[in-house]
């Protein structure tokens, strides 16, 4: 190799060191009321979500942002005198969640574009808390004994998932819960998990929960952080590849499962006394949720939305273009959902108000590759 060629891989090389994780900027959506808190995010820009915890605004709570109208639609309840909440939404526009009756309880719920609530069975109670592009629906029917993880199948079949306790004497049957699904039909959530340690005529000791995998009939625990007490998945992509939240130490971080290992993700002050959490993840491995952040100078800690790509985990805060509708007056302390393209939906508050607000995010740039709208 000569000299001259010499020196000039060697600037490069020093560019590429020097140079910045690259991150996208984003034009912020403030969503209409009575949307106030957003849970879920399709595809085509739909949300779904709820009015601010505690103060309903008509008789369900739960509520749907159709993103080519621009308008907010409120998701019926089955029954009278019930409130709702919407947990997620496929890129068909159906969505699901649980509606609570006083007399009844908390029951899973689907509701169809077409309009109308469709009650899921289920045993004493249920939610339903994730949906699959082919109708396929998950999420906890209970029995007065536990809580079982399961999936409704969109030809009216209900499968349950099983446990990661294997025991027929246990005196407390163990739990389980369902939180997404993917187009494969693969499965993330958490159960109740137990160490072996001497023989019990009564079973196995429940000695804290871990997050699983669900996938041809089997359930796979995916461990824990720190000393391996809990850990709970909230989100999978295509790739089955698994965000949610660990215990380490006295805090609990967000985690990125991927080829059979966990990953702490750690968060936005680089401390080891602050939270996080991973609440989404896209098919490019992008990863969404919050973070606890020290202000200074005063070391008060807030919340934070956060997005985490490249390696490296951004305040989303600093991500949002001043020139945009709402840029300059948001603060995001929660992300919930990120989609193929990568818009992202968020939860925050207006700097001026004080009042809290959902938000859609969308990066600068074309339509990724791979990514398509579906209809509604």
Not at 26 to 40: D, F, G, H, K, N
Not at 127 to 154: L, P, Q, T, Y
Not at 230 to 240: G, Q, R
């Amino acid at each position: 190799m000569s000299k001259t060629r010499s020196a000039i891989s060697l600037g490069w090389l020093s560019l590429l060191v020097c140079m910045p994780v690259w991150a996208a900027r984003y034009s912020v959506i403030e969503l209409p009321a009575p949307l106030r808190e957003a849970t879920a995010l399709n595809e085509n820009g739909d949300v779904v979500g709820a009015t601010i915890s505690g103060t309903p605004a008509g008789p369900s709570g739960a509520f749907l942002y159709q993103h080519s109208s621009r308008v907010v639609i409120e998701l019926p309840c089955p029954d009278l005198a019930c409130s709702s909440q919407a947990n997620a939404i496929n890129d068909h526009a159906t969505a699901v969640g649980q509606s609570t009756n006083v007399s009844v309880g908390p029951q899973a719920v689907r509701w169809p574009l077409s309009g109308g609530a469709e009650i899921l069975p289920h045993f004493a109670f249920g939610s339903a808390m994730g949906i699959a592009n082919n109708g396929d629906v998950v999420g906890i029917s209970a029995s007065v004994r536990a809580e079982n993880a399961v999936i409704w199948k969109a030809d009216g079949t209900m499968i349950f998932l099983g446990n990661l306790v294997h025991c027929g004497q246990c005196v407390f049957a163990p739990n389980s819960s369902a939180d997404a699904i993917n187009d494969r039909g693969h499965v993330a959530g958490y159960a109740d998990w137990a160490v072996l340690t001497t023989p019990d005529p009564y079973g196995p000791f429940l000695s804290g929960m871990h997050a699983f995998l669900w996938r041809d009939g089997a359930m796979t625990d995916l461990g824990a952080l720190g000393d391996g007490s809990f850990s709970s998945a909230s989100a999978l992509n295509n790739a089955d590849e698994v965000v949610g939240v660990s215990s380490v130490g006295p805090v609990n971080t967000a985690f990125l499962y991927s080829r059979g290992q966990m990953r702490n993700l750690g968060n936005l002050g680089h401390r080891a006394d602050l939270n996080s959490a991973a609440n989404g993840i896209n098919d490019w491995r992008e990863i969404v949720g919050w973070s606890e952040v020290r202000l200074p100078p005063s070391g008060t800690v807030v919340q934070r939305a956060f997005l985490y790509s490249f390696g490296h985990m951004w305040n989303l805060n600093f991500l949002i273009d001043p020139r945009s509708d709402s840029g300059g007056r948001v603060k995001l302390t929660n992300a919930v959902a990120i989609n193929c393209n990568g818009w992202i939906a968020a939860n925050g508050y207006d700097v001026r108000s004080g009042e809290p607000h959902a938000y859609l995010l969308r990066p600068h740039g074309p339509q990724r590759r791979g990514c398509h709208r579906h209809p509604g």
